[in-house]
């Protein structure tokens, strides 16, 4: 079956670092994506990982291993407008008709930044 | 920046009503996604499209409708509306499966 895992609720302080894990089991792999969502509004693309390795934009970086099915998101120099949700999704290619390289969501991690 | 526009914002009807919800982008994409999403819960896929006349159910099970007659154009209908379909529906597009998914607003519909 396919599968993505994250922690529900994370909390952090304004100007810390965070780190947000992602595992996924997937039939194949064909890259990786985070979105951030803030509550009652639409998912915004932040990174996209096909490769191993750290993807560095700004404060946010993303990290993927496909050995491990792992990724994380990391977010330095945290400010209060980061809380939100963070949602991994994982395109997989599944040969069934009509259903290739769909994305597959993670449920998403709340992340709660305190002043 | 992300040109993808979903009408009513926000929509409460009464049980049994027609509607139908609206989705525009003005990026020439040719695949565009319907996703239902509950508060604190994942995006469902209920529907997609990879071109015009192409539309296919996604993975969970949606009484809803949808057509793709334009490229810019991919409206959702549900011929009637039950509480059961209170949920928020996000409109989706993108140029290739290698690219990001751009979403709209999204539709919050309260049915009552």
């Known amino acids: 079956g396919q599968n993505i895992d994250q922690p529900t609720e994370m909390t952090a302080t304004e100007g810390a670092i965070v780190q947000i894990n992602c595992t996924y089991q997937?039939?194949?792999?064909?890259?990786l994506f985070w979105y951030q969502q803030h509550a009652g509004e639409a998912p915004t693309f932040l990174s996209y990982?096909?490769l191993d390795g750290l993807e560095e934009k700004g404060r946010f970086s993303s990290f993927l291993s496909r050995s491990k099915g792992y990724s994380y998101l990391l977010l330095k120099e945290l400010q209060m407008k980061d809380s939100a949700s963070y949602l991994c999704a994982v395109r997989a290619t599944l040969f069934n008709a009509g259903n290739n390289r769909k994305l597959i969501w993670g449920l998403g991690t709340s992340l709660a930044v305190n002043p | 920046e992300a040109d993808i526009y979903q009408t009513p914002r926000y929509l409460v009807i009464g049980t049994g009503k027609k509607i139908t919800l609206e989705c525009s982008q003005t990026?020439?994409?040719?695949?565009m996604y319907w996703y239902q999403q509950d508060p604190g819960m994942e995006l469902h896929l209920i529907h997609y499209s990879y071109g015009v006349n192409s539309t296919e159910k996604g993975d969970l099970s949606s009484e809803s409708t949808v057509s793709r007659i334009r490229t810019e154009h991919f409206p959702l209908t549900l011929e009637s509306a039950r509480p059961s379909h209170t949920s928020q529906y996000l409109c989706?597009?993108?140029?290739?499966?290698?690219?990001?998914?751009?979403f709209g607003q999204g539709t919050r519909l309260t049915v009552v």
């Open positions: 997937t039939s194949g792999f064909n890259g």
């Open positions: 989706a597009s993108r140029e290739g499966f290698w690219t990001e998914a751009f």
């Open positions: 990982n096909v």
């Open positions: 990026m020439g994409h040719d695949k």
